[in-house]
């Protein structure tokens, strides 16, 4: 929509295609523990198991491709990902309860979900902080919600919906290929559109930015809007997935969300790094809390190992940069 | 009233605006805040939410943001439970010594490595969940007897025990920001922190101090709720995040960092507690007291931005706190 307009090319880290350090460690650290995993551990590397694995990283990565362009444009996190989230699932629930036609309410769903993204990044634009503006937009929604629904679960039957998740295109669950194709849009995006592009470099530096003719708001605005969208559809294939909805649900998914971008290693200062590391995050701790599930480790000790890897995370990302700077 | 005293309540109009507005609501609609009951339950908001917001404002004004309070809480409440057969103040002194010597040690952490704060109390808020759900052993805990319990409900006039020792942590940390040499150079290192290292002010110590209130704050305030409560569970903290930095926003303590007192936070403290206690006594649930804090914590915010437009509006060399001040907000904790 504003492509033609002429972007200054600042170098290889925002056009060129580059395997990141970041990425290329978590991939290496994926691909040792599925081999590790499936020498040590039975039933690790079965169909169904890894359908599992890519299902529950499903949800957490989707949201967390969008949270990404979030972290990217300068605006650390969105503290609203799990209440809007609950929105869309909610949404869709009492739409498909309600026997509406089911396009309809898919699409209201993500246009209502992009429209609160949108009035948060409008908010964030205005001059606003992220993390304040989405806590209390985050509230808002949860508290209307629950007024609404007053604790009411609500369950909707199968209405020809299921195969949005139910389905499987050459063994791998929709989830799943829905996950990647986001990532894989949202990367491209990121880098080839020149809202993408302005995202990246308001992150950077926001002076800089400005002076160049780029509009940090505006990119506010864009990262926003993308993490409705993404947090939309993973809304919509957790209501379908578990084919109920309440207000209470996801309850972790802000934090999980959060955790999945860092772990990824995107610099949480901002300008630096693709949605599509967001998404090898969530796989990776996905993989990871499966391995100690099928390893009898208890809840408590699953959350100790996967807050471990998130300070792991960035405080090698930091060591690493600091020492790039130097 | 001094030239200075207008300046200083100026400073505090908005929310002392909006606190008299609720109060006058409260009192017209519910009895309890004609008597001295609804002073007291305001009060009690401190305990919890007051102590926790007060830690975390010790962050913000370091220009950081310390988000595993309300962990350090639930972890608190825990370690507290466990130690009661010690008896009630042993077992708050020592959960308290525990959550300060875990604050210190995440201060030096965060001081020595240079990182972003935001981060990394994100990834010890997720690791303090994990230990809160071992120490409950995946259930909920219970003290053995019930008396240390039983003593943390004792009235004295508008004060509860916890109250009281709230109160108290607020009028010490008051002290030591006002007036303390090693607490105003937690202000330096928020406000100006080049100018301040210029100065000579230790790059280190203003935040593993900040870090160190923080988590002593939040332990104390877990230990005092745990016991009180008798019981705690793994999840039984976790709306706490929202309602102390609130708070502390609420109460103008500004995410830039270097600005605002203890006064800002008792203030907000006070608006979010009351709208509770008010809410509470006609029976609302829970989601009305978040949908309202929601909401305050958005007005408040707008309203601060838009005087910080007026004024500088008004007097172009007004900086702090305008328009400017806010949209560069963002880089503050860096």
């Known amino acids: 929509m504003m492509a033609t307009r002429a972007v200054p090319r600042v170098g290889a880290s925002v056009g060129a295609w580059k395997l990141q350090p970041a990425v290329a460690a978590l991939l290496g650290a994926i691909a040792v523990l599925m081999v590790v995993g499936g020498l040590t551990t039975e039933d690790f590397l079965t169909s169904d198991n890894v359908s599992a694995i890519v299902r529950n990283a499903a949800v957490v990565g989707t949201a967390a491709v969008g949270m990404a362009l979030v972290t990217i444009s300068g605006n650390y996190v969105s503290l609203s990902v799990q209440q809007t989230t609950m929105l869309a699932a909610i949404m869709l629930a009492g739409g498909l309860r309600g026997d509406l036609p089911a396009g309809a309410v898919v699409l209201a769903v993500v246009v209502a979900a992009v429209l609160l993204g949108g009035v948060q990044g409008l908010f964030v634009a205005m001059g606003l902080n992220p993390v304040v503006a989405t806590l209390a937009v985050g509230s808002i929604v949860y508290g209307s919600v629950q007024a609404i629904v007053k604790g009411e679960l609500i369950a909707f039957g199968g209405s020809g919906v299921n195969w949005i998740t139910d389905a499987n295109v050459l063994f791998i669950p929709m989830p799943a290929i829905i996950f990647g194709v986001v990532a894989a849009v949202a990367a491209v995006l990121s880098r080839r559109t020149v809202a993408g592009r302005e995202v990246t470099l308001a992150g950077a530096n926001r002076e800089t930015a400005a002076m160049s003719g780029i509009s940090v708001g505006r990119a506010a605005v864009w990262a ?103 | 009233m001094s030239r200075r ?36 339950a305001v009060l009690l908001g401190f305990a919890l939410i007051g102590l926790v917001a007060l830690g975390v404002t010790a962050t913000m004004i370091a220009g950081e943001l310390d988000i595993s309070v309300a962990a350090v809480a639930g972890t608190s409440a825990a370690i507290a439970i466990r130690f009661s057969s010690l008896g009630l103040w042993p077992a708050v002194i020592a959960t308290t010594a525990v959550a300060a010597a875990f604050g210190f040690l995440q201060g030096a952490a965060i001081a020595r490595l240079r990182i972003n704060s935001l981060v990394f109390t994100l990834g010890t808020l997720v690791v303090l969940g994990g230990v809160t759900f071992v120490l409950c052993g995946g259930q909920s805990l219970a003290v053995s ?28 940390l008051g002290l030591f920001f006002g007036f303390v040499k090693y607490g105003r150079e937690i202000y330096a290192i928020g406000g100006a922190r080049n100018e301040a290292l210029a100065a000579g002010v230790s790059a280190r110590r203003p935040i593993i ?40 926003l609420v109460g103008g303590i500004s995410l830039t960092g270097g600005r605002g007192s203890v006064v800002n936070v008792f203030l907000g403290v006070a608006i979010l507690s009351l709208i509770s206690a008010a809410l509470a006594m006609h029976g609302a649930a829970d989601y009305v007291v978040q949908l309202t804090t ?36 963002a880089e503050g904790a860096t």
């Not at chain 2, 207008?6 to 609720?22: F, H, P, W």
Request: charged share 10%.
């Open chain 2, 294 to 329: 929601g909401g305050i914590l958005l007005l408040v915010v707008v309203l601060e931005f838009l005087s910080g437009v007026l004024q500088s509006a008004r007097d172009p060399t007004a900086q702090i706190g305008g328009p400017r001040q806010q949209a560069t907000a």
């Open chain 2, 209 to 248: 101090i900040a870090f160190t209130i923080s988590a002593t704050c939040a332990g104390l305030a877990g230990a005092l709720a745990g016991l009180k409560a008798g019981t705690t569970s793994a999840e039984a903290f976790s709306p706490l995040l929202l309602q102390a930095i609130s708070a502390a």
């Open chain 1, 224 to 326: 926003f809007t993308a993490l409705g969208l993404t947090v939309a559809i993973a809304g919509i294939v957790t209501a379908i997935q578990v084919g109920q909805a309440n207000a209470s649900m996801l309850d972790t998914l802000t934090i999980d969300v959060a955790s999945a971008v860092l772990v990824g290693g995107v610099a949480i200062q901002g300008g630096a790094g693709s949605p599509a590391q967001a998404a090898v995050g969530a796989l990776f701790i996905a993989l990871v809390s499966n391995l100690m599930v099928l390893n009898g480790f208890s809840a408590g000790v699953r959350e100790i190992v996967s807050g471990a890897l998130v300070l792991g995370a960035v405080v090698a990302m930091h060591v690493f940069n600091e020492r790039g700077t130097r």
């Open chain 2, 5 to 40: 005293m207008v300046d200083r309540t100026r400073a505090y109009r908005v929310q002392i605006g909006v606190l008299v507005a609720l109060w006058a609501v409260c009192a017209a609609t519910t009895p309890a805040f004609q008597r001295d009951d609804g002073v007291y």
């Open chain 2, 145 to 172: 007897n019930f008396d240390v319990s039983t003593a943390l409900f004792v009235r004295w006039g508008v004060f509860g025990p916890d109250s009281a020792v709230a109160l108290a942590m607020f009028v010490l």
